[in-house]
T-cell receptor, first 116, second 117 residues
Framework: GAGVSQTPSNKVTEKGKYVELRCDPI?????LYWYRQSLGQGPEFLIY????????DSGLPNDRFFAVRPEGSVSTLKIQRTERGDSAVYLC??????????????FGQGTRLTVV | AQTVTQSQPEMSVQEAETVTLSCTYD???????LFWYKQPPSRQMILVIR????KQQNATENRFSVNFQKAAKSFSLKISDSQLGDAAMYFC??????????????WGLGTSLAVNP
């Protein structure tokens, strides 16, 4: 597609439920990133994929959070047993091949997750 | 660990005037990238300008320019001839040039810019 697409745009869920957030990167971009942005904060890194593999998952806050990218394109961020503290905007970004200096990351419009 | 600090939570500017947003950072690396991103209410992060640390020349993009002071670890954004559409949150971000797996962006808290007509 023309840009990074994230669905749904907004998601309201009850505490304890499971949610999936989807990211469709720019075609041909091999790198994909997930960030979480809490209200009034800058984004915080969650996980980085290079192709199908998670090259860096050091930002995932705990084992309730998991992300996959099985075919090296679309990625799904999965949150189990949601808590009210998980409420935030989840941003996805993609970029071209790593190793090319200065390749910028293009962002989607995010998914606003509200846990009630 | 690298950190990015934006000390101005809110700024305002009159339309057609110039405004400067501040950013400082801390790193032990000698080569890295610095970015300014704009986030309008649509939530989508839009790259405004990028600076490579090994380049001494300040980056410019039309009405946007930076003042990069490597020794002082300062990276301010100047917006000239401000327009109503410039109103948004502005984030300063850092990224290593390390070709390994450390490719994440490290962000400041942002500055909310209001443009007054």
């Amino acid at each position: 597609g023309a840009g990074v697409s994230q669905t749904p745009s907004n998601k309201v869920t009850e505490k304890g439920k499971y949610v999936e957030l989807r990211c469709d990167p720019i075609s041909g971009h091999t790198a994909l990133y997930w960030y979480r942005q809490s209200l009034g904060q800058g984004p915080e890194f969650l996980i980085y994929f290079q192709g199908t593999g998670a090259a860096d998952d050091s930002g995932l806050p705990n084992d309730r959070f998991f992300a996959v990218r099985p075919e090296g394109s679309v990625s799904t961020l999965k949150i189990q047993r949601t808590e009210r503290g998980d409420s935030a905007v989840y941003l996805c970004a993609s970029s071209q091949l790593p190793g090319q200096k200065g390749t910028e990351a293009f962002f989607g419009q995010g998914t606003r997750l509200t846990v009630v | 660990a690298q950190t990015v600090t934006q000390s101005q939570p809110e700024m305002s500017v009159q339309e057609a005037e110039t405004v400067t947003l501040s950013c400082t950072y801390d790193t032990s690396e000698s080569d890295y990238y610095l970015f300014w991103y704009k986030q309008p209410p649509s939530r989508q992060m839009i790259l405004v300008i990028r600076q490579e640390a090994y380049k001494q020349q300040n980056a410019t993009e039309n009405r946007f320019s930076v003042n990069f002071q490597k020794a002082a670890k300062s990276f301010s954004l100047k917006i000239s001839d401000s327009q109503l559409g410039d109103a948004a949150m502005y984030f300063c971000a850092y990224r290593t040039t390390n070709a390994g797996n450390n490719r994440k962006l490290i962000w400041g808290l942002g500055t909310s810019l209001a443009v007054n007509p």
